[in-house]
């Protein structure tokens, strides 16, 4: 069974940091999209970083220069780093991937980990 489970939530002090950590378990062959959203309470879901194999990765604007996500496709885990973090920062992050299952390409989506940043 294919499923992306995600780790390294938690709480931090503004100006501190986290990393996120997605692992994408089961017969996969690649990862070809990988995405991070969040959602903060009261609020919809919003894009934080996006990029497909082989291009470069977009990211909101609000998170540009402090945000930081790549991948590992030996492990088949996608990474999230976040400096600087900011209470406004504060919300659910959940990773998302386009994989290549060798018969097709199937969108799936983390659990979700919480991230609060306080003041």
């Known amino acids: 069974q294919v499923q992306l489970v995600e780790s390294g939530g938690g709480l931090v002090q503004a100006g501190g940091s986290l990393r996120l950590s997605c692992a994408a378990s089961?017969?996969?062959?690649?990862?070809?999209?990988m995405g991070w959203y969040r959602q903060a309470p009261g609020k919809q879901r919003e894009l934080v970083a996006h990029g497909t194999r082989g291009d470069s990765t977009n990211y909101a604007d609000s998170v540009k220069g402090r945000f930081t996500a790549s991948r590992d496709d030996a492990k088949n885990t996608m990474y999230l780093e976040m400096n600087s973090l900011k209470p406004e920062d504060t919300a659910v992050y959940y990773c998302y991937a386009e994989l290549n299952l060798g018969r097709g390409f199937y969108g799936y989506w983390g659990q979700g980990t919480q991230v609060t940043v306080s003041s």
């Open positions: 089961g017969s996969i062959f690649s990862i070809n999209v």
